[in-house]
């Protein structure tokens, strides 16, 4: 990142995540839950909940919803699901945030809509020439077709196709490496994008516990140059790492 600080939008719907280091603010999917029921015709009575699982405000991207049809009850979540996620802000412990964003403040990602469900913090150090941010996303699928868990595997596996076919990027930005995150959660992945034109570089982990989304952005330059992909991406890992094990013992 060169000149001033550009806070990132990331992604945006379903399937799409914040970009940080652009001119938007820190952003990421909103899970929305919505329940329509028909009305009925003499005595008998229609009943239809139609429920999307979309995810709102980050990385540009499309956005699509988990549909449940005509007929599919709401049922209680399985064992090992979950229903709310912790704050963001406090899983990371500061030993981690440190070394990554030194002398950073912890702080919740703007024109973000927090709820249960979901949970953003940004860590941010933009003065003088080494410039770094970290944005932890913590998001609970809780309906959708098929179950929550499904639904977030659906999920996961639209960002992970972005990301790793560069679907995701903005403009200027260019895939440069990928690779799986082993021994985390059930799945997860790391992608590295480098922008020469602003000086930055950014990784992106993103991993899957049950029906919990993981999701980390680390980014940064070096006096005009872009932070480098060993760098961000074991930077980005250890911080999903980190915000998984806090996660698991909550």
Known sequence: MSGSHRSGNHRAGSGSHRRVGRDRRPGRRLAALLAG???????????AFVIFSGLGVGRDGGGSGEV?????????????????????????NSEITDRLVPGAQSNPADN????DQQSQCVWGAYNGKRKRQLTVELRAIT???????EAARRTFADERGADESGKALLVGQELAEKRDIEGVGDEGYVVYSVDEGQGSGEAVANVRMGNVLVTVH????????????SAAMDGAEEAVKGAADALDAS
């Open 112 to 115: 973000y809509q927090a709820s």
């Open 37 to 47: 029921v028909t009305t009925g015709v003499g005595v008998c009575v229609l009943a």
């Open 143 to 149: 309906a959708g077709q098929g179950g929550p868990v």
């Open 68 to 92: 449940i049809g005509s007929g599919a009850a709401e049922t209680t979540p399985a064992r090992g699901e979950r229903t709310q996620v912790p704050d963001a802000c406090g899983v990371l």
């Open 218 to 229: 680390y980014s940064g330059g070096d006096g005009g140059d872009a932070l480098g992909s």
